[in-house]
């Protein structure tokens, strides 16, 4: 498969923030989000087979382990990826991120067994990203209570756009408002106060404590 990068940080966004995580960042996406802040994902990366990538992690303690990219379901090989992950000895919680346009049924299908070891992070894109018309909104019914359901928004109309997903599709997961990166996060944290809004906001802190370096 091909990998854009493995590294070891802090998760910076969403339900498992602030855990030390190993990340493996899969090359290529079916989207092209005005505010992505991880373009090279697009296309930089090399093939490494599932055994090389887990070699790759064992000297890493972390036993959370975030699949991401890019867009890691275009890739056919990322289901033994994540087999070979909650299978592993070392008991691993895997969080695997999506972008929101590609059906979950058969992932969810797949590994719903594994439980809580097993987590989806799925995108919904506001306007100001401009992918809002490739969502799958079926998806929204498949996310179990412990998945989450993240929505960027770079502004007050992507905000009330997300309250306007949220009352009409009533996820039963978590859900995560999710400013973009250096935008006016009082702005939205205050119409969430307004709003007594049943989500979580999240900073992403690993900007905060690293900028914006790649790797981190």
């Known amino acids: 498969m091909k990998v854009c990068e493995i590294f070891h940080s802090i998760q910076g966004e969403g339900e498992f923030l602030g855990y030390p995580t190993i990340f493996i960042r899969l090359t290529g996406c079916n989207l092209r989000c005005r505010y992505c802040d991880t373009q090279y994902a697009l296309y930089e990366g ?36 994540i087999e070979t992950l909650l299978k592993h000895e070392r008991g691993y919680m895997v969080l695997l991120e999506t972008n929101g346009s590609i059906g979950l049924k058969k992932v969810i299908d797949t590994f719903d067994e594994y439980g809580e070891r097993f987590t989806i992070s799925m995108d919904i894109k506001t306007p100001s990203s401009g992918m809002e018309d490739k969502m799958l909104f079926d998806n929204i019914s498949l996310l179990r209570t412990h998945d989450q359901l993240k929505f960027v928004v770079g502004d007050e109309n992507d905000y009330f756009y997300s309250k306007q997903v949220i009352s009409r599709y009533k996820p039963k997961c978590k859900i995560v408002i999710q400013p973009v990166w250096g935008t006016d996060y009082r702005k939205i944290a205050d119409l969430m106060i307004e709003d007594g809004i049943d989500a979580r906001l999240s900073l992403q802190i690993h900007k905060i404590i690293w900028g914006e370096d790649r790797g981190h």
């Open 46 to 81: 090399e093939d490494i087979d599932v055994d090389e990538i887990m070699k790759r992690i064992e000297s890493f303690k972390s036993r959370y382990v975030c699949v991401t990219g890019g867009e890691p379901l275009l890739q056919e090989e990322t289901f033994n990826l």
